[in-house]
C-alpha cells in the first residue's frame, strides 16, 4: 500500500489567485502579468516566454519542497534547472549588462498583492531584496533588513497578528527579520507579566501556500514502463507529478476512491485512448499499470489489458495529467505544459471536455499549448455555454523587436469570440489551405 503523505498545514487556508508577474527574468525584463482564471492558457510562438514565465514560481515550489535549507533560491531542482544566475536573469535594453535582479508578484481576490524581489551576486547566491503585502485598504507591510525596531513592531501590530493577551505591550525588548528560505517573516520577544514571549509574523505563510500545493506536470512525463517506484501520496506533490501517477491509482483502488477512478475512465474514454485502467503490485516497491487494449469495452473483453509500453506514447503521456485533474483539490493550481503532446488532433479536441469538466469541479489550470485545435474546443465550449468568458484567461506570448516578452489578452464575449486576437494558429492554418489549392494541379 502507497504510504500517504501528510501534508504542512497554514496558518489561513490558501486563497485565490488572480494574478501573477514576473520582472527582470529571461524575456520579461519590463515585467510580464497574466490573468488566472479556472483556466488560463498560454500560448504563442516558440521561445516567447510561455515556460519561463512560471519557472520563478516553480523555483520557489522547489525550493520550498527541498529536505534540506537550500539558501533563499535553488536554482536546479526537480521542477527547473539552472546552474548560474546568469542564465535566467534578464539582458538589459542596451544588452551588454544584466539585471542583477529579479521579482514575482501574486494577486489575490481579496485585493491583496504580495511582492518579492531577490537580487543575485557574481556566484549566483541570492539575497532577498526586498518583500511587500499589499492590503486592498492600500496599506502596505514592507519588510527589510534595514527596519528599526519600532517599525517592525508597528507594523506586525498593524497586521493584527499578535494574540489579544500581549497587544497591550510596548515596543518589545527584541526584534528580528529572519531568511525562511524564499521568503522574510518577523520574530519578536514581548515583555509580559508573565516573562518575556516571541511572536512570529510571515506574511507568506497564507499569501503563498499555493506554491506548494503547486501539481506541475512538464512537457516530457517520462517514458512509459514496465513498472513504477511506489511514492507517498497526499494533496501536495514535491516536484514533477508524473512520479506519483501509478501510486495513486493504487491508493484509489486499496480505497475504493470510486468517483477518482471514474474520472480517470471518463477523461482516457474521451480522449479516445482506452476504457479501463488498472494498476497491480509488482513485488513490494513496485507497481505495474494496465490499460485496455482497445479504445471502448468488447464483449468478453475485460481481462484484455497490456501494460503501457505496449501502447502509443499518447497514453502514458496524457494519463499523468488526468490522473493530476481528479487528485487535486478545489481551488488547488496545476500547471501543464504541452497537454497535447504525442495526442492525436481529435485527442486534442476532446481535451477541452476534459479541461472544461476539472475547471467546474474548481480546479484551477495554467495550460501552455500549441495547439490550435485545443483552442477552438475550448471557443467551442465557451459558445455552447459549457464556460464562461471570466472562467477562461487566454494570454498570447510574442516577443518584440529587442526580444522581450509582451503579452496579449483576449477579452471574449460569451460565444468564445477573443476579438483582436495577434495573426497565428488558425490564420496560419487558413493560409496554408489557401496556398495548397491556389497550386496548378496535374491533370
Known amino acids: 500500500m502507497a504510504p500517504e503523505r501528510t501534508p504542512r498545514k497554514n496558518s489561513r487556508a490558501t486563497r485565490e489567485l488572480t494574478s501573477l508577474t514576473v520582472k527582470g527574468f529571461k524575456s520579461h525584463l519590463a515585467g510580464t502579468t497574466v490573468r488566472v482564471r479556472p483556466l488560463t492558457i498560454l500560448a504563442g510562438a516558440n521561445s516567447a516566454g510561455k515556460s519561463s514565465f512560471m519557472h520563478p514560481f516553480l523555483m520557489l515550489k522547489q525550493t520550498l519542497e527541498e529536505g534540506f535549507d537550500p539558501g533563499v533560491l535553488k536554482i536546479q531542482g526537480a521542477n527547473v534547472q539552472y546552474t548560474d544566475a546568469i542564465q535566467f536573469l534578464s539582458r538589459s535594453k542596451n544588452k551588454k549588462k544584466r539585471t542583477q535582479t529579479f521579482s514575482i508578484a501574486c494577486g489575490f481576490q481579496d485585493g491583496r498583492t504580495f511582492e518579492v524581489g531577490y537580487t543575485f551576486d557574481n556566484k549566483s547566491t541570492a539575497t532577498i531584496d526586498s518583500q511587500r503585502l499589499l492590503l486592498a485598504d492600500d496599506r502596505q507591510i514592507e519588510f527589510n533588513s534595514k527596519l528599526a525596531l519600532e517599525d517592525l513592531w508597528s507594523i506586525i501590530r498593524g497586521a493584527s497578528v499578535i494574540r489579544t493577551a500581549y497587544s497591550d505591550a510596548k515596543v518589545p525588548l527584541a526584534a528580528a527579520i529572519r531568511v525562511e528560505r524564499c521568503f522574510l517573516s518577523a520574530n519578536v520577544t514581548l515583555r509580559v507579566p508573565e516573562g518575556p514571549v ?181 471557443q467551442l465550449r465557451m459558445a455552447r455555454r459549457e464556460l464562461a468568458p471570466d472562467q477562461v484567461s487566454l494570454n498570447w506570448f510574442h516577443r518584440d523587436d529587442n526580444g522581450f516578452t509582451e503579452v496579449t489578452s483576449g477579452k471574449m464575449d460569451a460565444n468564445g469570440a477573443w476579438g483582436d486576437w495577434p495573426e497565428d494558429f488558425g490564420e496560419l492554418d487558413l493560409g496554408l489551405d489557401n496556398e495548397y489549392l491556389s497550386l496548378p494541379f496535374v491533370e
Do not use: C
Not at 512520479?243 to 475512465?265: C, G, I, P
Not at 486534442?348 to 474546443?377: D, K, N, P, W, Y
Open 198 to 378: 516571541i511572536e512570529s509574523y510571515s506574511p507568506a505563510t497564507a499569501e503563498m501556500s499555493w506554491i506548494q500545493q503547486l501539481i506541475h506536470l512538464p512537457g516530457w512525463r517520462g517514458n512509459p514502463e514496465r513498472t513504477y517506484e511506489r511514492a507517498a501520496v497526499g494533496s501536495v506533490f514535491p516536484g514533477q507529478f508524473h512520479n506519483y501517477t501509478a501510486s495513486l491509482l493504487q491508493h484509489w483502488v486499496e480505497n475504493q476512491s470510486k468517483d477518482n477512478l471514474e474520472r480517470v475512465a471518463q477523461d482516457l474514454k474521451e480522449l479516445g485512448l482506452t476504457w479501463k485502467i488498472d494498476v497491480k503490485a509488482a513485488g513490494h516497491t513496485k507497481l505495474t499499470i494496465r490499460v485496455g487494449r482497445t479504445p471502448s469495452a468488447l464483449k468478453s473483453g475485460a481481462l484484455d489489458l497490456v501494460e503501457l509500453p505496449d501502447v502509443g506514447f499518447g497514453v502514458s503521456q496524457v494519463l499523468p495529467l488526468v490522473v493530476a485533474l481528479s487528485a487535486a483539490q478545489r481551488g488547488q493550481l496545476i500547471y501543464i505544459e504541452q497537454p497535447e503532446i504525442h495526442l492525436h488532433p481529435r485527442a486534442q479536441i476532446a481535451l477541452g471536455a476534459v479541461f472544461q469538466r476539472a475547471a467546474a469541479r474548481g480546479v484551477r489550470l495554467i495550460i501552455e499549448t500549441h495547439s490550435a485545435l485545443l483552442l477552438r474546443s475550448i
